[in-house]
């Protein structure tokens, strides 16, 4: 297999994209992890990562999916977490982006599976290809924080080496470059987690003026449901959203959760992030003039835990159906969690979604099996230990990543 080139000029072409995801499709099944550069050389890497960074630089917090005509369908997948082969298969059963076939990812590209950084640079290459038909957003595993505890890192490192720690890098430099939610059709609302609280702005102290203000922990009594307004004005260029202080926006996007309890609470389970009810769903639909409210973040593994809320063995839940519309939550990643400890795996099968003309709100479900046999792989993380499903953000795990990060 000849390695990939970078065209010249830059330019990338369909059969360029398509090369790529073959010479991946070839080398998971016929060289070693540390033999990727052969196929992927860290130029070429760097090429690609560099391009595709400066195009969702320049994208807006909130994208809007708006070109579309009586023609336009869209499809909008949840998490593929490394899981290449699946990716592939999903892309070909659903059409590759094209002239009128739209793409939203809705986050979590990397970590679990064995081929995040292969995954993730094909949907790169796709975004550089077709930067208004492809749109990918952030999910909560896109940050410092969980790619060092679910083995993005590793397998970066294992990949490339000397320059695994160059590579990694560039990725989360990337990942700080993509946009939190999307806009369909000015009807449906995507985002990874879900929905945000309105910030409250800290009440400055008096004295010096570059003395610190601490943050009083706002009382839950005191959330309230954030605007597509406050969403734009976030500052989403941060390698972790943090779960305290002022700028708790991105956090809430990328990490928060349905309930069938009424009101707006914080997601104690998880450590970061919301926890919202219909009645929440229901005032941010009709505050906003949607119909949908398409989110992912919760795999199976999850939704065994959740009281209330169907399980996520076909791939996609209806959890919350109110007057003004639904809130979906899709998973595209079958037969998750590719590596598991426990005897008895959930076999789940993923799924994605297809919207099309008049008006883009009737869901219609796609639900899918893992691509079989897939290549043998060791995983990059101790999946025996690791905090199960991102319950309960490790805070002192976190603290460390932000002194290693600050240095």
């Known amino acids: 297999m000849e390695p990939v080139t970078w065209p010249n000029g830059g330019t990338l072409t369909n059969e360029w994209v398509h090369g790529l ?173 879900g929905l945000f609280r309105s910030p409250i702005l800290p009440k400055r102290t008096r004295g010096k003026k570059n003395r610190k203000v601490r943050l009083l922990e706002p009382e839950t009594s005191s959330l309230k449901l954030g605007t597509l307004e406050e969403l734009m004005q976030a500052r989403r260029s941060v390698l972790d959203p943090p779960w305290e202080g002022s700028n708790l926006i991105p956090g809430d996007v990328l990490w928060s959760d349905p309930s069938m309890s009424p009101g707006l609470s914080p997601n104690e389970q998880r450590g970061i992030g919301l926890l919202w009810g219909p009645d929440c769903t229901e005032e941010f639909l009709k505050k906003c003039e949607l119909k949908l409210i398409i989110r992912s973040h919760e795999g199976p593994d999850a939704r065994e835990k959740r009281d209330g809320l169907g399980g996520m063995d076909i791939g996609y839940t209806i959890d919350h159906s109110v007057e003004s519309g639904k809130l979906i939550t899709i998973f595209s990643a079958p037969d998750y969690p590719q590596f598991q400890a426990t005897e008895e795996r959930y076999r789940n099968k993923g799924a994605y979604i297809i919207l099309q003309a008049p008006d883009f709100t009737d869901p219609q479900f796609r639900s899918f099996e893992a691509v079989t046999p897939r290549p043998k792989a060791n995983p990059f993380y101790d999946f025996e230990n690791v905090i199960d499903s991102d319950d309960e953000m490790d805070k002192s795990a976190l603290d460390t990543n932000e002194e290693h990060a600050s240095h």
């Open 21 to 193: 995801m073959s010479s991946f499709e070839w080398s998971s099944w016929n060289l070693p992890p540390s033999q990727l550069p052969s196929v992927m050389p860290v130029n070429v890497f760097d090429s690609l990562i560099l391009t595709a960074s400066k195009i969702l630089h320049k994208e807006r917090n909130i994208v809007h999916v708006d070109d579309l005509d009586s023609d336009s369908k869209v499809v909008v997948v949840g998490d593929v977490h490394g899981q290449l082969h699946d990716l592939l298969f999903l892309l070909k059963d659903a059409g590759f982006p094209s002239q009128n076939q739209f793409y939203v990812f809705n986050g979590d590209y990397v970590d679990r599976g064995a081929w995040g950084l292969e995954t993730f640079l094909v949907l790169l290459s796709w975004k550089v290809l077709m930067p208004d038909k492809v749109f990918l957003l952030r999910g909560n595993h896109e940050s410092k924080y969980c790619t060092s505890m679910y083995g993005f890192e590793k397998e970066v490192l294992t990949k490339y080496g000397d320059k695994g720690k160059h590579v990694y890098r560039k990725c989360l430099g990337c990942f700080e470059a993509l946009p939190l939610a999307s806009i369909i059709a000015g009807r449906v609302y995507t985002a990874h987690g």
